[in-house]
């Protein structure tokens, strides 16, 4: 059997229950308006508070439940006044809001409850009492001390649903449980009776950006992944006659070639040498290259080639950049910058004259430039803009032709003009190194952390009307308009609405039954 308890302390070890009295339901209220002839018309009706009435006995000594109280003997043992017990009564019925009251008579059962009115003692003794307490219930409720959940589940159309069934005799409010699998950046509760909802219906999982990927890195000299060609399509009058290899000294470096190979022979060449080459998996359209170049010549006279090019999808130059050296008397070298010609051919659109000598200025592709780190180039193709580097500036040259064309090869050549030799009369340094290919503008998906993450919990409070989110609460992603709605007696279909790219992992309704 329950206690009898009042503000979570238990009354039974200082008041005796004798009598319960409860009305039949609550207090009516008919609002009504006379007709003219006969009877009136029912304007509304209404329940007002609860009042439970409990006649207790009180005693300032022990006394054995089968033991029969003459409450005007002498008694025979000590026994305290009653004033004390009295005073501390007082003091446990204070109350100026409703607190939780249980009966023993109702052991499911609880009130929300507050002494009403003077406890008068009936002055029987000194040691023994009587007295009736009313305590006035305002929400007019007994409340029960367990709960009852409903688990939601998808319905034939993909919605979270569950029907709540009031098996009580009043409204009941409803908290919700939600966790999240997916994170989402709307909740909905929805039912006939209305609708609560938070954060923001449209807003979005992520939207498309852009960035750049590398798509081919070559560092320190380690180009095994390039193969060796057999034709330089930027100018088939190069002609290849050996092959080149790569290495780790001076940082690393591609364009080795061997001490002797052919420079003569075919009729029209123009210069002789080999090819590497690496073909992308995918054609791209918009791309950019950053490496570093090694151009230096070790005696006057001494000539040779540096060819780095782009090509498409039919193998026809889209840009490139060429070094080269046909001065066979003195020091001049030519850095040319190269695009296709539309038709399959190639033209230079700018040449810049430098001395390919050891010192910086005015070679960044010799040996100090490359001690310093100021070797480096860049090539670029966006749309129909190709830009090129030499020297800390930036040369843009412009062609509608290649605006849709998509690189498929790059090769880089090394070699020495026709009827040169390739000992003493080949530039002594001629490498590639450090070689990055990079998609531009590649479009992904961005993902925008949601308001309801990943595994989070959502909690909805329908009695206090808040919602919180891992435990905080979360006041200002309420949407104007939403009803914390209650469940009537009897059955309601709720339904749980989320984010269209959101994943719920579990969901759960839980109510709280009252009567009158």
């Given at each position: 059997m329950s206690n009898f308890s009042f503000k979570g302390v238990d009354l039974s070890p200082f008041l005796d229950i004798l009598e319960i009295n409860r009305t039949i339901g609550n207090e009516r209220k008919l609002t009504a308006e006379d007709l003219i002839e006969t009877g009136v018309e029912l304007q509304s009706v209404s329940y007002g508070a609860k009042?439970?009435?409990?006649?207790?006995?009180?005693?300032?000594r022990a006394i054995p439940a089968t033991t029969f109280v003459d409450t005007i003997e002498y008694p025979t043992t000590s026994s305290n006044n009653l004033n004390t017990l009295r005073e501390h009564i007082a003091i446990l019925l204070r109350a100026k809001k409703p607190y939780r009251?249980?009966?023993?008579?109702?052991?499911?059962?609880?009130?929300?409850?507050?002494?009403?009115?003077d406890i008068e003692l009936d002055g029987?003794?000194?040691?023994?009492?009587?007295?009736?307490?009313?305590?006035?219930?305002?929400?007019?409720l007994a409340h029960t001390n367990s709960t009852r959940e409903f688990?939601?589940?998808?319905?034939?159309?993909g919605v979270w649903e569950t029907e709540i069934i009031n098996d009580g005799g009043e409204d009941a409010t409803v908290n919700y449980e939600i966790k999240l699998k997916k994170e989402s950046g709307f909740i909905g509760i929805v039912s006939e009776y209305g609708a609560m909802q938070y954060g923001k219906v449209d807003e979005a999982d992520g939207y498309t950006a852009r960035k750049n990927v590398t798509v081919l890195s070559n560092q320190k000299g380690d180009f095994a992944n390039w193969a060796d060609g057999t034709v330089n399509y930027e100018n088939t009058n190069k002609i290849i006659t050996t092959t080149m290899t790569a290495d780790t000294s001076f940082g690393g470096r591609l364009g080795l070639l061997?001490?002797?190979?052919?420079?003569?022979g075919t009729s029209g060449a123009y210069q002789y040498g080999a090819v590497k080459e690496y073909t992308l998996s995918n054609p791209i359209s918009q791309w950019y290259i950053w490496a570093r170049a090694w151009f230096e010549t070790g005696l006057m006279g001494q000539t040779g080639a540096w060819c780095l090019t782009v090509l498409d999808e039919s193998n026809h130059l889209i840009a490139g950049m060429a070094i080269e050296k046909d001065d066979t008397v003195g020091n001049t070298a030519n850095v040319r910058f190269l695009m296709g010609d539309g038709s399959g051919g190639s033209r230079t659109v700018k040449t810049i004259s430098f001395t390919?000598?050891?010192?910086?200025?005015?070679n960044p592709y010799g040996s100090e430039g490359r001690d310093t780190n100021s070797n480096m180039f860049d090539l670029v193709k966006e749309k129909d803009r190709v830009q090129f580097f030499w020297y800390g500036g930036y040369y843009p040259f412009y062609d509608s032709r290649l605006a849709?064309?998509?690189?498929?090869?790059?090769?880089?050549?090394?070699?020495?003009?026709?009827?040169?030799?390739?000992t003493d009369r080949?530039?002594?340094?001629?490498y590639l190194n450090d070689f990055t290919f990079q998609e531009l503008h590649v479009d992904y998906w961005k993902d925008v952390p949601n308001r309801y993450p990943s595994w989070s919990t959502i909690d909805i409070d329908g009695e206090n009307g808040q919602i919180k989110v891992n435990n905080q609460i979360r006041l200002d992603d309420e949407i104007l308009g939403t009803t914390y709605f209650k469940v009537p007696p009897g059955k309601t279909k709720v339904q749980l609405l989320v984010s269209s790219f959101a994943e719920v992992e579990s969901a759960k309704a839980t109510i709280e039954e009252a009567y009158i």
């Amino acid at each position: 059997m329950s206690n009898f308890s009042f503000k979570g302390v238990d009354l039974s070890p200082f008041l005796d229950i004798l009598e319960i009295n409860r009305t039949i339901g609550n207090e009516r209220k008919l609002t009504a308006e006379d007709l003219i002839e006969t009877g009136v018309e029912l304007q509304s009706v209404s329940y007002g508070a609860k009042t439970i009435k409990i006649k207790v006995a009180l005693a300032s000594r022990a006394i054995p439940a089968t033991t029969f109280v003459d409450t005007i003997e002498y008694p025979t043992t000590s026994s305290n006044n009653l004033n004390t017990l009295r005073e501390h009564i007082a003091i446990l019925l204070r109350a100026k809001k409703p607190y939780r009251l249980e009966l023993p008579d109702e052991p499911n059962r609880f009130y929300m409850a507050l002494p009403n009115g003077d406890i008068e003692l009936d002055g029987i003794s000194d040691w023994y009492d009587q007295t009736t307490i009313e305590f006035f219930v305002p929400d007019g409720l007994a409340h029960t001390n367990s709960t009852r959940e409903f688990e939601f589940t998808k319905n034939s159309d993909g919605v979270w649903e569950t029907e709540i069934i009031n098996d009580g005799g009043e409204d009941a409010t409803v908290n919700y449980e939600i966790k999240l699998k997916k994170e989402s950046g709307f909740i909905g509760i929805v039912s006939e009776y209305g609708a609560m909802q938070y954060g923001k219906v449209d807003e979005a999982d992520g939207y498309t950006a852009r960035k750049n990927v590398t798509v081919l890195s070559n560092q320190k000299g380690d180009f095994a992944n390039w193969a060796d060609g057999t034709v330089n399509y930027e100018n088939t009058n190069k002609i290849i006659t050996t092959t080149m290899t790569a290495d780790t000294s001076f940082g690393g470096r591609l364009g080795l070639l061997p001490s002797s190979f052919t420079t003569s022979g075919t009729s029209g060449a123009y210069q002789y040498g080999a090819v590497k080459e690496y073909t992308l998996s995918n054609p791209i359209s918009q791309w950019y290259i950053w490496a570093r170049a090694w151009f230096e010549t070790g005696l006057m006279g001494q000539t040779g080639a540096w060819c780095l090019t782009v090509l498409d999808e039919s193998n026809h130059l889209i840009a490139g950049m060429a070094i080269e050296k046909d001065d066979t008397v003195g020091n001049t070298a030519n850095v040319r910058f190269l695009m296709g010609d539309g038709s399959g051919g190639s033209r230079t659109v700018k040449t810049i004259s430098f001395t390919p000598s050891y010192w910086l200025p005015p070679n960044p592709y010799g040996s100090e430039g490359r001690d310093t780190n100021s070797n480096m180039f860049d090539l670029v193709k966006e749309k129909d803009r190709v830009q090129f580097f030499w020297y800390g500036g930036y040369y843009p040259f412009y062609d509608s032709r290649l605006a849709n064309v998509k690189a498929k090869k790059i090769q880089f050549f090394v070699g020495q003009y026709a009827g040169r030799n390739t000992t003493d009369r080949k530039v002594t340094h001629h490498y590639l190194n450090d070689f990055t290919f990079q998609e531009l503008h590649v479009d992904y998906w961005k993902d925008v952390p949601n308001r309801y993450p990943s595994w989070s919990t959502i909690d909805i409070d329908g009695e206090n009307g808040q919602i919180k989110v891992n435990n905080q609460i979360r006041l200002d992603d309420e949407i104007l308009g939403t009803t914390y709605f209650k469940v009537p007696p009897g059955k309601t279909k709720v339904q749980l609405l989320v984010s269209s790219f959101a994943e719920v992992e579990s969901a759960k309704a839980t109510i709280e039954e009252a009567y009158i």
